[in-house]
């Protein structure tokens, strides 16, 4: 069936189907729906899946996000250092510990970079959180030479690998979503995982405070175990994408950098975002910025030292992508940014 061309197309969408939704329906008829047994299978499933030797479930990712700076011992008198590109959620993890934020400018991508955080590493460091924006990683190795904590925040990126191992798994925690937003969706809940028993162990105590119920961990299960499919969709629409907005030239836009794993489409354009995201929606479709906000702008710090970012926030765009994006939709989404965009649809 066709998506009619005047239904709205959102900017996210999470991708469920009748296998979902029966896993949903069997946990709620077993009527042991808070955290029992099917939490602790999505925890070994996931852990499996990507090599990890330990995961938690919990009831969203901020709670995974301050488990691990929980686990990390972070608390007043320490430093966290993070990127002003990022969603306010990390932000709100690091301050509810009592720790200080420590903001740090991105690269000429969306993600920051070793040099963008050295200026900020000291004594008080506690840890450094790396965003995989996007989908796109962050050179955590060079990141964990600086000899400090170093927690993965993969809530974009599930699935991505850098030099061939999955993100997620180098540094000490990995942390991950599963908002409605996100590359696989619980409703609500995130995951914390490590490699180092003395990390767990101190999660583990904490865990209660965080519980992910056992029918969310269904629908996480069910998502689990067709994930492939997810990447493989996102890579076929990602690459529909390039092959048809790269008519348009790196005048009227910037392409995102080539990567195994993409979350987001972004697009890096001179006309102004707004107007962009305005024209969009008369034709039904929701754009957005890559991110809602600069974080170093919500703490009233000045521009100067965060350039890079003002310079992605100022001219990034973000285009529907995720696995429940219909073929007739992506053809609709391109056709709008050719003609938006300033390109000229020129296929037959």
């Not at 030292?305 to 994006?325: D, G, M, Q, W």
Request: hydrophobic share 40%; charged share 20%; glycine share 8%.
């Amino acid at each position: 069936m066709r998506t009619s061309d005047c239904e709205p197309i959102p900017h996210s969408k999470p991708w469920i189907t009748e296998a979902d939704k029966q896993a949903v329906m069997n946990a709620l008829n077993s009527g042991l729906i808070a955290r029992g047994g099917l939490a602790a299978d999505f925890e070994h499933a996931f852990a499996e899946y990507l090599n990890a030797s330990y995961a938690i479930a919990t009831s969203s990712g901020t709670s995974a996000m301050l488990l691990a700076l929980h686990s990390l011992g972070i608390g007043h008198g320490q430093e966290v250092i993070l990127p002003t590109y990022v969603c306010d959620s990390v932000l709100s993890a690091v301050q509810e510990t009592g720790a200080t934020p420590v903001l740090c400018d991105v690269g000429d991508g969306w993600i920051m970079t070793p040099d963008s955080i050295a200026p900020h590493v000291c004594g008080k460091t506690g840890a450094i959180i790396a965003v995989h924006m996007f989908g796109h990683p962050v050179e955590v190795l060079s990141i964990m030479a600086y000899g400090v904590p170093v927690i993965e925040d993969v809530c974009q990126a599930f699935g991505a690998k850098k030099d061939g191992k999955l993100l997620g798994t180098t540094a000490d925690i990995g942390v991950y979503s599963f908002h409605a937003t996100k590359c696989m969706t619980t409703g609500e809940g995130g995951m914390m995982t490590t490699n180092k028993p003395d990390i767990m162990e101190r999660a583990r105590m904490m865990q209660h405070m965080y519980p992910m119920a056992d029918v969310n961990a269904a629908l996480g299960l069910s998502q689990l175990g067709r994930y492939e499919a997810f990447i493989e969709r996102r890579r076929i629409i990602a690459a529909r994408y390039t092959q048809r907005l790269s008519v348009l030239g790196n005048m009227a836009i910037r392409l995102p950098p080539p990567t195994d794993y993409y979350f987001r489409y972004t697009l890096e354009t001179p006309m102004n975002p707004i107007c962009v995201m305005d024209q969009f929606m008369k034709c039904g479709i929701t754009v957005r910025r890559g991110v809602d906000a600069l974080l170093h702008r919500r703490l009233g710090l000045s521009d100067h030292e965060f350039t890079n970012a003002v310079k992605r926030f100022a001219a990034t765009i973000s285009i529907p992508l995720y696995p429940a994006l219909e073929q007739d939709s992506v053809d609709r989404i391109l056709k709008c940014c050719l003609t938006i965009l300033g390109g000229k649809d020129d296929e037959n």
